[in-house]
């Protein structure tokens, strides 16, 4: 069975300061990588994703993230935090012989608190 | 163009009684996907559909169904509600040609159940 561990259930970081969310994964086989935000009340907006090639993706917003297959790590990145990036953010995690079938298991998120 | 739309935004329902939540996906995306949110977790993958058949079921009991038409809508159907199916109800497009898929899911706002 897949997982995903977001060991943080907030993140506390000052406007301007680099932040990182933590996600580890547990997968059969090479995994397809994803990053989630969602704002109060919103669904879910895709910020990003890993499928196979550099082990450093660039998305949305300036955020990035990079797939460590020894330590089953992605990492969501930013060099420079806004408040605006204040969120709640998903991990996710799907295996690459599903078919192409979306078999996606979220973590169970990280809120991002940027302060001013 | 539009994003995916959900209806109804909101509902409240009594234990025991039935309910029918829509999902339109992003023009020209074929495949639907739903997921159950509870406050405070990650969304928990219930069904997705492709071309009008299922193609993934999560661990959900069979007072969940679900189906997709022709034009690509989906409807989520629970039955004989129970307080805990109380969660924001989450559809997602993505579009898939032949064996190319696009990764990332298309996220709608939602629609919110209370059970009570």
Known sequence: AQSVAQPEDQVNVAEGNP???KCTYSVSGN???FWYVQYPNRGLQFLLKYITGDNLVKGSYGFEAEFNKSQTSFHLKKPSALVSDSALYFCAVRPHNSGGYQK???GTGTKLQVIP | DAGVT???THLIKTRGQHVTLRCSPISGHKSVSWYQQVLGQGPQFIFQ???KEER???NFPDRFSARQFPNYSSELNVNALLLGDSALYLCASSFRLGAVSSYEQYFGPGTRLTVT
């Open chain 2, 49 to 51: 559909y492709y071309e």
């Open chain 1, 31 to 33: 995994p397809y990588l």
């Open chain 2, 56 to 58: 993934g079921r999560g």
């Open chain 1, 104 to 106: 996606v298991t979220f």
């Open chain 1, 19 to 21: 932040l990182t969310v």
């Open chain 2, 6 to 8: 959900q209806s109804p």
